[in-house]
């Protein structure tokens, strides 16, 4: 049994979630997919806000959404590296 792994997505409560297993099971597959979904969607909105600030015309309400967008977008990563960094440090391979 492996340590309990950070899931990419809070409790109702806004809680961490953990499974615990092997890294094989249905949870952790769909965690996996999940993480690469954010990262994918962190990626986006980072090309998006790199082409709208470089116009130089963003109104304040585009640069308030863009924002909270890429607040939201930060913590989705943060919580994808703390899962994979602490699977590394207990020797778990990412993916696992």
């Known amino acids: 049994m492996s340590a309990p792994r950070l899931l990419p997505w809070p409790s109702p409560e806004g809680k961490p979630c953990y499974v615990v297993g092997d890294g094989t099971g249905y949870v952790s597959r769909l965690a996996d997919e999940i993480e690469g979904v954010q990262l994918a969607m962190a990626a986006g909105l980072l090309a ?25 977008c ?15 440090a207990t020797g778990a391979r990412p993916g696992d």
């Open 74 to 88: 930060l913590r989705d990563v943060t919580r994808v590296a703390e899962s994979r960094g602490a699977r590394l």
């Open 48 to 72: 998006h806000a790199d082409a709208l600030l470089a116009e130089g015309r963003a109104t304040d309400g585009e640069l308030r959404y863009l924002a909270r967008r890429l607040t939201e």
